[in-house]
Nanobody, 125 residues
Framework: VQLQASGGGLVQAGGSLTLSCAASGRTVSRDTVGWFRQTPGKERAFVAALFRTGYGPDYADSVKGRFTIFRDNAKNSLYLQMNNLKPEDTAVYYC???????????????????WGQGTLVTVSS
């Protein structure tokens, strides 16, 4: 199973980016999928998750109203649309899939079995 994240880059504060994550080797349409981010010296932090198809999304408080997670089951992919980016959003972003995740655990990295390689987002002030 491979998750390939892409779409990171350099953007000015207030700008937008959309991250993509393409899955191969497994259909993730029924999995819990999520995005996490990490900065040097810090633990991987929850950003957003979709428990399963048909359930609403979950977001970290710091990104609510600015980020949107969604999936395209036909493309076996998930996305993270990021608007009104701030310098504190600068991080390496990771996508993840968790076939066995339970509803209450979507914000925990341990709930996810498969991880993408990360894509760097840099927001300049």
């Amino acid at each position: 199973v491979q998750l390939q994240a892409s779409g990171g880059g350099l953007v000015q504060a207030g700008g937008s980016l959309t991250l993509s994550c393409a899955a191969s080797g497994r259909t993730v349409s029924r999995d819990t999928v999520g995005w996490f981010r990490q900065t040097p010296g810090k633990e991987r932090a929850f950003v957003a998750a979709l428990f399963r198809t048909g359930y609403g999304p979950d977001y970290a408080d710091s990104v609510k109203g600015r980020f949107t997670i969604f999936r395209d089951n036909a493309k076996n992919s998930l996305y993270l649309q990021m608007n009104n980016l701030k310098p504190e959003d600068t991080a390496v972003y990771y996508c993840a899939a968790g076939p066995s995740a339970i509803r209450s655990s979507v914000a925990s990295p341990s709930a996810y079995r498969y991880w993408g390689q990360g894509t760097l987002v840099t927001v300049s002030s």
